[in-house]
């Protein structure tokens, strides 16, 4: 592909399969995840003190069971302050430029976890000292919601992989950065500093590969001149490649404007043959969309179109054929592109869980494969998945929050292996 402007036209999206309007999407974890973002909207609409009734309500229910009076007015006092407490937190976010969510979603969610184990507390334990406890777990609630919103969020990490191949020529590696998930709303202190780590990172090359904006974002004029102003800055900082992401956030009337004119080559399901500091490989593009399965027999395809440009050699395993990189939003090509040959699969898309419980992992992954590709390096026969945990959050009315998740910049140094003289 050149890097003449892209048009709506110049995005090959076939009906019938993207993008799917949300009744129409299928009942997959993603396809779930998506309808339960779009319903959380409706929360979103209600100002916080309009439910201040029902919160009120729910502080007396986790009360109830304490049978004393002063241990319900105890638990009561407790439980109002700390959601009042929550509120607070959630409503200063935008206006200190943290993040742009809405406040009624998150605040009703923390506050029925409250009551909840206030409630179990007290049904099991109605004494000073379950009430002592009540407190303590209170403040700790309160104190992994602050660090889970104001923190985490922006605690940018680097991940450094050494993939070594003999397809790759030996010498000089390449730094590659992959970039996932950007999810922009707005300038945070977060995009700041990835626009700083990219620079002291000074890559050979940058892939993206998708959702660029916030599924809140989407339609939002100055966020959109946002994200293509961060694109813009990412892109002179070295040759950059991109791919699309989810179908509902990566739409086809949005992304191409985003693009346009920018020195990023877009791959849709398309191959580019790369040569960089003496090195050369195949840099597979294919878009993502609502059906992973129709996505897996598009890069079959896309494979057996340029498999006759392959030498002898380049069809043996192991052989000095072309090292192929795979750029796909989601994990979920990972078995064919490990079927197919394909060296590196770099993908997005899980957000890491985004919210991780300690010991058990990710709760939500939006892939159809669960937990299997959750976050990070996978391995099989001889290719590698590297599973990113990106770099924004989720929209519509989830919470702008992560927790032993952080956003994760992924820097490979690819190269060949040296053998012995």
């Known amino acids: 592909m050149d890097d003449d402007p892209l048009t709506t036209a110049d995005y090959p999206l076939p009906a019938a399969d993207y993008p799917l309007p949300a009744a129409d999407y299928p009942l997959s974890a993603t396809g779930f995840l998506h309808l339960a973002l779009l319903g959380s909207e409706i929360l979103a609409r209600i100002p916080p003190l309009s439910v201040s009734p029902a919160l009120a309500g729910i502080a007396a229910i986790g009360a109830w069971p304490w049978g004393q009076p002063s241990l319900q007015a ?3 006092l407790c439980l ?9 937190s959630l409503a200063l976010l935008p206006r200190k430029g943290r993040s742009f969510g809405p406040v009624t979603p998150p605040l009703l969610a923390l506050a029925l976890l409250r009551a909840a184990l206030a409630f179990g507390l007290g049904a099991l334990s109605p004494t000073v000292a379950g009430a002592v406890l009540t407190v303590i777990l209170q403040a700790g ?3 992994l919601h602050l660090y889970a919103t104001w923190v985490e969020p922006f605690r940018l990490t680097v991940t450094s992989l050494e993939i070594p191949s003999p397809k790759l020529q030996s010498g000089e590696s390449l730094r590659v950065l992959h970039l996932s998930d950007i999810h922009f709303e707005g300038w945070t202190p977060r995009e700041r500093q ?3 780590t990219v620079r002291a990172l000074a890559p050979d090359l940058i892939f993206l590969t998708g959702d660029y904006l916030n599924l809140s974002s989407v339609d939002d004029g100055p966020a959109r001149q946002g994200v293509r102003d961060l694109l813009a800055q990412l892109a002179a900082v070295a040759p950059t490649w991109a791919v699309i ?3 509902p956030v990566d739409r086809p009337d949005v992304v191409p404007q985003i693009f346009a004119g920018l020195p990023i080559t877009w791959l849709v399901d398309d191959v580019a043959e790369v040569a960089v500091k003496g090195h050369s490989f195949r840099l597979i593009g294919v ?3 609502a059906d992973h399965r129709r996505d897996g027999e598009r890069l079959r395809r896309l494979l057996e179109s340029v498999s006759s440009h392959l030498t002898p050699d380049g069809a043996k395993e192991g052989g000095a054929g072309k090292f192929q990189i795979l750029l796909y939003h989601s994990p979920d090509l ?6 197919l040959g394909i060296d590196l699969h770099l993908a997005g898309h899980t957000h890491g869980g985004q919210l991780r419980l300690p010991l058990f992992g990710a709760l939500v992954t939006s892939s159809a494969f669960w937990k299997r590709y959750e976050a990070g390096l996978y391995r099989h026969s001889r290719s590698t998945l590297y599973v990113s945990r990106g770099i924004g959050v989720e929209g519509k009315g989830a919470p702008r929050a992560r927790f032993l998740a952080p956003p994760e910049i992924v ?3 690819l190269g060949g292996i040296c053998t012995p003289s």
């Open 74 to 76: 105890a638990v009561g």
């Open 80 to 88: 109002g302050a700390a959601i009042l407490g929550d509120g607070v």
């Open 141 to 143: 609630i309160t104190a």
């Open 194 to 196: 990835l626009l700083e």
């Open 245 to 247: 992401g989810s179908p």
């Open 287 to 289: 878009r993502c969309t």
């Open 334 to 339: 990972f078995p064919v592109a490990a079927e």
């Open 411 to 413: 820097l490979l140094e």
